[in-house]
């Protein structure tokens, strides 16, 4: 398989959303091993999977390993070349829709046995504790502003070997500081892609996708990576 930077991006972002939505379902489907474990282990998780995504981006072609349309127009407007932002962000939905339908099929049995329409939703895309549109909205804008300008300083010092670890702590402490009142999606891909899955996948009892909610974590991050590029 010849490498590129969309190979890269498409498979990084396969990985981080087929590991980190396959940790959700583990502790809210029923009948898993990992049944109601808690937030912990999903934000170590996802921590873990951001790391693992950066990774395998850059082994595959991906040196920037974005994985994130946010961070891609971002970026893109910081450096004035915008050639490949059409080409990243569709390599990172495909890979955000392949991940999710990935997860729906390692889990297939326990979607049946599973009666909350919530945890089911909750598995693919995220969704607020309270909703309320400003309060989410800055939540969104504040957690992806927390990465850009974390992920930044990260990328400009010495040590790149450590720099995929230190960006899944920094994804760590943010779902464990901020991502407690939206569930922290910090990345379009990750919520608008598997939550078009949700919407197509023949799932048993789902219920809706809640669309009406999709613009927080479509335009949130989009706002708070071009605030934290402004710093740098």
Do not use: C
Not at 4 to 11: C, M, T, Y
């Amino acid at each position: 398989m010849q490498a590129s930077p969309i190979l890269g991006e498409f498979l990084g972002t396969f990985i981080l959303i087929f590991l980190g939505e396959s940790v959700v379902a583990n502790i809210l489907l029923k009948g898993t091993k990992g049944q109601n474990a808690g937030l912990i282990l999903i934000t170590t998780a996802w921590g873990l999977a951001v790391m693992t995504g950066i990774f395998v981006a850059q082994k595959f072609g991906s040196e920037d390993a974005h994985l994130n349309p946010a961070l891609t127009l971002a970026f893109a407007w910081k450096n004035g070349e915008w050639s490949h932002v059409p080409s990243y962000i569709l390599a990172q939905f495909a890979g955000a829709f392949l991940g999710a339908v990935s997860t729906y099929l390692f889990y297939y049995p326990h979607w049946e046995v599973t009666e909350d329409k919530g945890n089911k939703l909750s598995v693919f895309a995220t969704s607020p504790a309270i909703k309320h549109g400003p309060s989410n909205f800055y939540a969104e804008m504040s957690g992806t502003f927390v990465l850009m300008v974390g992920a930044g300083s990260i990328y400009s010092t010495d040590g790149s070997g450590l720099k995929p670890f230190l960006v899944g702590m920094l994804v760590f402490v943010i779902g464990n500081a901020l991502g407690g009142t939206t569930g922290y999606a910090i990345n379009p891909a990750r919520d608008i892609a598997p939550r078009l899955a949700h919407f197509l996948l023949p799932i048993k009892g789902k219920g809706g996708s809640e669309w009406s909610y999709a613009w927080v974590p479509l335009f949130g991050p989009i706002v708070g990576a071009f605030l934290g590029i402004l710093l740098f």
